[in-house]
């Protein structure tokens, strides 16, 4: 493992890749449209250049699937939604596609090293990057999306021992005993209770006032300080490694009962639940 190294495995907007450049690490961004990787590499020429970002346009699949093309379904209103996985549907409408390259995480893995940290999230395939991970050689901390609880019984699998699950609509980490309304913000929880068309219109009116408002801000280990915006994953590791993520490391089994409530309410609620979570995983 090389403790100067970061994995961005779906770079978009390079929100992260920033963060992790802003603490002096080296960086393979792994990104599937095309048209991000550009943007990117204009964004961090000189990152690029320095040997410290490494750009790659490439689809994540799992082993069998590797060395192939994949159609990337394309939301060009919302490329955060763009996915290798399944049908237009699972990019809520995507217009456009284009066919991508793939790659293995074990590929990856093998030609740039194992990293410190494996942030992962794109759309539907984070568990492929779940399933990937060796045990006898994994990266000290990993984030994924949290879009099957079954993830988190793969990472135990992996040898991972503590988790957290962060709240990203606010960078706020779960506890035993957070109730999910009670811990909404007062226009969150006036919004569960509304119609799904209602819903769906105030949530692009607040994403859009939002895109240049910083969820969280908090101090870097240099004593700076760095804002994470609507984009950003947020910060990982332990408090003088990455920043730390909010709130405490839990067991799976403290993660089981701090997650429930939510999963219920999500559940009552529908497509509709305005938040999403990531979890992290460390040894």
Same mark, same amino acid.
């Given at each position: ?15 992260d ?24 590499r ?14 790659? %346009? ?5 082993d069998?699937e ?5 159609t990337?379904w ?10 290798a996985?399944g ?5 809520? %409408? ?13 590929s990856?893995?093998?030609e ?15 568990r ?21 609880e ?40 006036w ?49 003088g ?7 405490p ?25 305005? %938040?999403?979570?990531?979890? %992290?995983?460390?040894?």
């Amino acid at each position: 493992m090389r403790d100067d190294l970061v994995f961005d495995i779906g770079m978009y907007d390079g929100a992260d890749t920033a963060y992790y450049l802003r603490l002096g690490l080296r960086v393979v961004a792994v990104e599937a449209d095309p048209e991000l990787c550009e943007l990117g590499r204009v964004r961090f020429s000189d990152a690029i250049a320095g040997g410290r970002l490494t750009i790659v %346009h490439r689809a994540i699949v799992g082993d069998a699937e590797a060395n192939r093309t994949v159609t990337l379904w394309v939301n060009p209103n919302n490329r955060e939604w763009n996915t290798a996985a399944g049908t237009p549907a699972a990019s809520r %409408h995507a217009t456009g596609r284009v066919d991508v390259p793939t790659i293995s995480l074990v590929s990856l893995f093998a030609e740039h090293g194992v990293p410190l940290y494996l942030k992962v999230d794109i759309e539907g395939m984070d568990r492929v990057c779940a399933e990937a991970i060796d045990p006898g050689d994994r990266p000290r901390f990993v984030s994924l999306e949290l879009c099957d609880e079954e993830i988190v019984n793969v990472l135990a699998g992996k040898g991972y021992r503590r988790f957290k699950c962060i709240r990203q609509a606010d960078l706020v980490g779960l506890r035993e005993g957070m109730i999910p309304l009670e811990s909404l913000s007062p226009v969150s929880r006036w919004l569960v209770r509304r119609p799904a068309s209602l819903k769906r219109k105030v949530v692009r009116l607040v994403r859009g006032k939002e895109a240049a408002r910083a969820k969280k801000i908090v101090r870097l280990p240099d004593g700076g300080e760095w804002m994470f915006g609507r984009t950003s994953s947020g910060a990982f590791g332990e408090a003088g490694c990455g920043g730390g993520a909010d709130g405490p490391w839990m067991s799976i089994e403290e993660f089981g009962r701090a997650w429930r409530p939510w999963r219920e309410a999500m559940e009552r609620v529908g497509e509709s639940w305005p %938040h999403w979570f990531d979890i %992290h995983a460390a040894e």
